[in-house]
């Protein structure tokens, strides 16, 4: 524990241009088997992976910013239906595996409004929550309720319907967006209405976190989409984009995929750092 107060405590670099020099992290807070053919288009039947259910904090030491990429779910609806294994709610995970309180996260990008991603944003009480206009607009209707199917659950609306209304609602009108210093959202993928990947300004270049515009290595490696989108097309073009963004694929990281654990450097059992 030692270790991780001082990787997160120490002063950072700023890099050229007054960018913060980010530490980027995966963290793990719960797994489930899933079947593989409802991750890649076209996998063979029966195959199972044991997705990562993951957040992904971006820390800025010298100033205390805490970003989050998604904020992973809670609520008793989803844990009765899904059954997630080892669970630990995201605040708690951060907290413990990082020594990140709920009240010092500062900012959520939602990639999309998808209950595994977004249920868990009001576990932290002080963030601001940046999300596509266009997803928001699509989802929520005037009234709090969901305005049409495929990303928001009737049980998230209300939660973004009240902290919208609260002030804490930011939302990104369209691609390649600057969002905080060095932090830049891309759309693309269609997982969603407006489903959106994060890229970060690292020391060793740019490192995308694709949330579930990309499931696995194997959506990335084998130009492969994802079996769940509203255009396979648009989904292939944004994973390549995805890696040209990054200069290397292996600077993609996935949405699920357990991998991560064992292709980083680990911190705890499930907390995997994503830079140097």
Do not use: C
């Amino acid at each position: 524990m030692r270790a991780i107060l001082l990787a997160v405590g120490m002063l950072a670099a700023v890099q050229p241009g007054g960018v913060p020099r980010y530490d980027v992290y995966a963290v793990r807070f719960a797994h489930v088997p899933y079947a593989e053919s409802s991750l890649v288009a076209g996998a063979a039947k029966g195959p199972q992976v044991d997705i990562a259910f993951t957040v992904w904090p971006i820390v800025d030491a010298s100033s205390g910013r805490v970003i989050l990429v998604d904020a992973g779910f809670y609520r008793d609806k989803f844990m009765a239906s899904w059954k997630p294994q080892d669970y630990v709610r995201p605040s708690v995970a951060l907290e413990s595996g990082l020594n990140i309180p709920p009240d010092r996260v500062t900012d959520i990008i939602v990639t999309h409004s998808h209950w595994d991603h977004f249920d868990g944003a009001d576990l932290f009480p002080k963030a601001t929550i940046w999300i596509q206009k266009a997803e928001f607009e699509y989802y929520l209707d005037p009234a709090g309720s969901v305005r049409n199917r495929g990303g928001l659950d009737t049980e998230d609306a209300p939660m973004l319907a009240k902290l919208n209304a609260a002030g804490r609602v930011r939302l990104v009108d369209g691609d390649n967006k600057e969002v905080l210093p060095g932090v830049r959202v891309y759309t693309g993928g269609k997982h969603t209405f407006e489903s959106q990947f994060v890229g970060v300004t690292t020391s060793e270049g740019t490192l995308i976190l694709a949330s579930d515009n990309a499931y696995l290595y194997k959506n990335i490696d084998s130009g492969l989409p994802i079996a769940q989108t509203l255009d396979p097309a648009s989904n292939v073009a944004a994973q390549k984009r995805m890696v040209q963004l990054a200069g290397n694929a292996n600077r993609v990281i996935p949405g699920h995929d357990p991998a991560v654990f064992t292709r980083f450097t680990l911190v705890t059992p499930n907390v995997a750092k994503l830079t140097r």
